[in-house]
């Protein structure tokens, strides 16, 4: 299914995932698809809830906005927020689910005007919500060198960030970088080991992505209180499409779900440990069928967690 120009990954997985959790809501069941995009993952949500149920989607893009309100014609129970997912609780409490599909879109990485991609020339930009906030150009003219270097190690894990920083700073201050491929130029040439198909612009346009839209902060904010708002038997189920995310993902996940670690030998039953989530099977990645159709597809990992008493 596609929302857009955009193909929605692991879509049936990921729906299946999350409809499939034992809420006991009686008065109707609330999901909530955190990253709405162009609707795909919340048009297929919509499909399957029954008659009292709501679906909530949030998205910074006011593109998003557009394309659900589309989607509210046909489908009522659709609430579009235009906010970060970290706002989960304007949802409610007692959630029968969540969903996240995290990182940029295909639309918002094609659409050049957008900034995200050195692929396509235009506005150095990178904002979903791109009617406030700092661009990446702010950034990049802005910042102090060993804050762009940090920026480039955490968020890209690129090993050249100190010098492609300075390599940065350096142009700046002769002219401030305005476009895609005036930054990717730069980045290229202080790059001095080109990774095998990957131009040596990518990491610094996913660390600035993600630096700009405060991604890795939003996703920290959203775990950090989604376990207290899921309903017992509620899913929470995320889409990763890089380290940094699936990894902090993963570690609360087995976290809730381990719950609280003591000495070998102590006398504490399970249900003492505080633990409040169960791990749903194991992490999921999409199939050969779709990886060869969907490029974007190929890195995305699913995981799936259970809210328990």
Known sequence: MTGGSHTTVLLEEAVEALMAGKSGSTDGAVYVDGTFGRGGHAAAILGRLQSSDRLVAFDKDPEAEDAARVLQQRYPALTFVR????????AGSDLAGVLLDLGVSSPQLDD???????????????????TRGETAADFVNQAAEQDIARVL??????????????????RRAQQPFTTTHDL?????????????????????????????????????????????????????????????????VKQFMR????????????????????????????????????????????????RVAERIA
């Open 83 to 90: 906010d970060s997912f970290r706002n989960l609780e304007y």
């Open 112 to 130: 050049g005007s957008r900034g995200f991609s050195f692929q396509h020339q235009g506005p150095l930009d990178m904002r979903m919500d791109n």
């Open 153 to 170: 190690k955490e968020y890209g894990e690129e090993r050249f960030a100190r010098r492609i920083a300075a390599a940065v700073v350096r």
């Open 184 to 248: 990717a130029e730069v980045v290229a040439a202080a790059n001095p080991a080109w990774e095998k198909h990957k131009h040596p612009a990518t990491r610094t346009f996913q660390a600035l992505r993600i630096q700009v839209n405060q991604e890795l902060d939003d996703l920290d904010a959203m775990l950090g209180k989604v376990v207290d708002l899921l309903a017992v038997g509620g899913r929470l189920v995320v889409i990763s499409f890089h380290s940094l995310e699936d990894r902090r």
């Open 255 to 302: 976290s809730e779900a381990r719950g609280q670690q003591l000495p070998r030998g102590v006398p504490v039953r399970g249900d003492d440990l505080g633990q409040r989530l169960r791990l749903v099977g194991k992490a999921l990645r999409a199939g050969d069928r779709e990886r060869d159709g969907n490029p974007r597809a190929r890195s995305a990992i699913m």
